[in-house]
């Protein structure tokens, strides 16, 4: 709720908004009916399953870090240092397939949403919360089923022994981004769980240890260091009041390691064995002669004519040092110059276009089967290799889910974003008339777009957008908010 120019307040419902949304893109926001029926099914089978090759793993000092409101735990993590110097990362993802079967009105379900979407104002789940946020959740202190994925890193961040195989865990302690990360940079006490277990916090510093390796490998093989600004709704009481930025730190960092690292050993692992996957992709820029120019232009660098993942990162780095405040614009700039992500289907003994971003060949989509589908289809191959049966789907059915996944993340995406200036629209409301330091995020038919830095708010020019691109930096008057259509209109 805000006020508008005459100032009388005005109501806006966003959580109708985000359901209306949902549908407009091609989703379908509530559960077929049937779904209450079959979950009671799911729910009833307690047992944990058991027999070879199920590994029991749950007296391991395993630990979750996500994001403070999350209740979807996908993943646990556990290291140990070998004899040789080495570090040992096992990675435990939830089981998701033991509980969700292939054909199940629940799998149908989730293989048409293919993902769950964070409107800001609520989540909607791939799978009912019985699930994703109970039966297949890592919830804190209770047994699951796993899959576990296991890598070791040298002194030089280099990743081998990677496997992947089943297991039964149990997470020992839920903790938080922001607190573990506090604490792992020095700038603040620990959290009370890790306070008052020192073979947890010994835990942690290790893993943290592990994580550090293998960030410096990777940049040293050109992953790029980007910094983009994430906002989340600031809320009292049900009512949105603001929008402030989610901080990256030491400990999102050391998730993301983990999951880079185990995504690329699930990836080896069907290239080795000769198994068709679905594999998750960024494909070389097809804008590197903007990203070239840009670099020019504005900071006068020169980056090679073809593309050059290596060449742009440190490029990046010295940005980030010289001019940290505008780093993350700048981050803004190059993703939406190197194009999204998508899912391919990759067949035996072919090559794939690899992950140009995060600098490896060989990565797919496997740590997070309670919200995206493709996950679900990782594990299912993986678990058949494993017990040595038939692929569980063909791979012209790989080939549709994967088109499928791609199409929808790209509707999540809009649906997101769209709920993003609907919640901006509502909180910039009563500062119609206002200035706000701006920089071009987009040029296209559609219009001229900008991203204002304080707070971090997406909208259109309207007034004196000719002549802008992509980087420029301008001040821009907010002229109008319609949160309705989630338009933000700016005068230049």
């Not at 570090?87 to 379900?109: F, M, N, P, T, Y």
């Not at 280099?158 to 573990?180: E, F, I």
């Amino acid at each position: 709720m805000s006020s508008n120019q005459s100032g009388h307040p005005f109501h806006f419902n966003l959580v109708a908004a985000a359901h209306a949304a949902m549908i407009e893109h091609g989703f379908q926001p509530d559960f077929p009916g049937g779904t209450d029926k079959e979950l009671a099914a799911v729910q009833m089978q307690d047992a944990l399953p058991s027999g070879a090759g199920i590994e029991d793993l749950r007296p391991l000092l395993w630990s979750s870090i996500d994001n403070d409101t999350s209740k979807d735990l996908d993943q646990i993590e556990w290291a140990e240092r070998l004899a040789d110097g080495r570090i040992r990362v096992l990675v435990g993802v939830a089981d998701v397939d033991e509980r969700v079967h292939k054909g199940s009105l629940i799998d149908k379900h989730a293989q048409g949403e293919t993902t769950s979407v964070y409107t800001g104002v609520k989540v909607f789940p791939m799978l009912p919360v019985e699930l994703s946020e109970g039966a297949t959740s890592l919830n804190e202190n209770e047994d699951r089923a796993a899959i576990v994925i296991e890598v070791s890193v040298d002194a030089n961040g280099t990743a081998s022994d990677g496997k992947a195989y089943r297991a039964l865990v149990r997470n020992r302690a839920q903790l938080a981004y922001p607190s573990v990360g506090v604490w792992l940079e020095g700038k603040g006490a620990a959290p009370a769980k890790v306070a008052s277990n020192t073979d947890l916090a010994a835990q942690l510093k290790l893993q943290d240890e592990a994580a550090q390796r293998m960030m410096g490998n990777r940049f040293q093989h050109g992953a790029l260091d980007l910094e983009t600004i994430e906002t989340r709704p600031v809320l009292i009481t049900d009512q949105i009041i603001g929008i402030a930025p989610i901080e990256k730190n030491r400990a999102t960092s050391l998730i993301e390691e983990f999951m880079v690292a185990a995504n690329g050993v699930i990836a080896r692992t069907f290239e080795d064995a000769g198994v068709a996957s679905i594999r998750r992709i960024v494909r070389t820029p097809k804008r590197w002669d903007r990203i070239v120019e840009l670099a020019r232009e504005r900071r006068g660098a020169t980056l090679p004519a073809e593309p050059d993942s290596k060449a742009l990162n440190d490029f990046l780095l010295d940005q980030k040092q010289k001019d940290p405040d505008h780093f993350p614009d700048l981050s803004l700039m190059v993703i939406k110059l190197m194009g999204p992500g998508e899912y391919i289907l990759v067949k035996p003994n072919e090559p794939s276009p690899g992950h140009f971003g995060l600098a490896v060949q060989d990565y797919t989509h496997s740590t997070a089967p309670n919200r995206r589908f493709p996950d679900v289809v990782t594990q299912r191959l993986l678990k058949a290799w494993l017990a040595h049966a038939p692929a569980p789907y063909a791979e012209d059915a790989l080939n549709a889910i994967a088109t499928r996944c791609t199409q929808m993340e790209d509707a999540a995406r809009k649906v997101e974003r769209e709920m993003q200036k609907r919640i901006a629209a509502v909180v910039l409301h009563p500062h119609i008339g206002q200035s706000y330091a701006a920089i071009v995020t987009g040029v296209n038919q559609s219009g001229t777009f900008v991203r204002t830095l304080n707070p971090h708010v997406d909208g259109m020019v309207v007034r004196g957008q000719k002549g802008l691109d992509v980087g420029d930096k301008v001040t821009v008057k907010l002229v109008s908010t319609d949160p309705q259509r989630g338009y933000i209109d700016f005068a230049v």
